[in-house]
């Protein structure tokens, strides 16, 4: 089974902190995304990765910052957080390569991130 | 990327077959239909995936009409863990990476 896993399940940072969000997948996948869901809204992208050391933006990165330095390993850095950015942020993984010829997203349990 | 107009909530009880629609007008050529289902405080799960006609597998069947502006997913014979969030995507499928829209999602509450 394909697992995802993320660093924290419940933050709590203040306004100004720099956050750190950790995203782990274990099955040797060359996507991995960011998003972050609110209510009414739906999922939003972030910012995505389709390899090591490459990024690209989603529809929302305004604020955020992301790392990939292993394949395994993708990183959601908050530089400055806001309050504005309290929300789940769920992480996904997928490859472009399944046999059976789908692109499925398998995502993390995500973390409430929540800023004062 | 293609926009899509789900319910926002349906109501079934167990045992009956739920059938939600989306529409997505604005298809492209290469875009495939997928659909996710999130229960609470998790991430979404992918359910089924399909371009045209009819996709089924062990959860779900996907109807896809010949003009493709609209899709029935189709969950047989509802149980109380069927309650969840369901989402319709549209998009086009890349080896440089699959870029999701998530929409509002469908609320379907399977009551006893």
């Known amino acids: 089974d394909v697992k995802v896993t993320q660093s924290s399940r419940y933050l709590v940072k203040r306004t100004g902190e720099k956050v750190f969000l950790e995203c782990v997948q274990d099955?040797?996948?060359?996507?991995m995304f960011w998003y972050r869901q609110d209510p009414g809204l739906g999922l939003r992208l972030i910012y995505f990765?389709?390899?090591?050391?490459?990024?690209e933006k989603g529809d929302i990165p305004e604020g955020y910052s992301v790392s990939r330095e292993k394949k395994e390993r993708f990183s959601l850095i908050l530089e400055s957080a806001s309050t504005n950015q309290t929300s789940m942020y769920l992480c996904?993984?997928?490859?472009?390569?399944?046999?059976?010829?789908?692109?499925?997203?398998?995502f993390g349990p995500g973390t409430r991130l929540t800023v004062l | 990327l293609a926009k899509t107009t789900q319910p926002i909530s349906m109501d079934s009880y167990e045992g009956q077959e739920v059938n939600i629609t989306c529409s997505h007008n604005?298809?492209?050529?290469?875009?495939?239909i997928t659909w996710y289902q999130q229960f609470p405080s998790q991430g979404p799960r992918f359910i089924i995936q399909?371009?045209?006609t009819k996709v089924t597998n062990e959860v779900a069947s996907l109807f896809i009409p010949a003009d493709r502006k609209s899709s029935t997913l189709s969950l047989p014979r509802v149980s109380l863990s069927d309650t969840a969030v369901y989402y319709c995507?549209?998009?086009?499928?890349?080896?440089?990476?699959?870029?999701?829209?998530f929409g509002g999602g469908t609320r379907v509450l399977v009551k006893p």
């Open positions: 399909g371009y045209k």
């Open positions: 604005n298809i492209a050529t290469n875009d495939y």
């Open positions: 990765s389709y390899d090591v050391k490459m990024k």
């Open positions: 996904a993984s997928s490859s472009p390569f399944r046999l059976d010829g789908t692109d499925t997203q398998y």
């Open positions: 995507l549209v998009g086009e499928r890349s080896a440089a990476g699959n870029k999701l829209t």
């Open positions: 099955m040797d996948h060359e996507n």
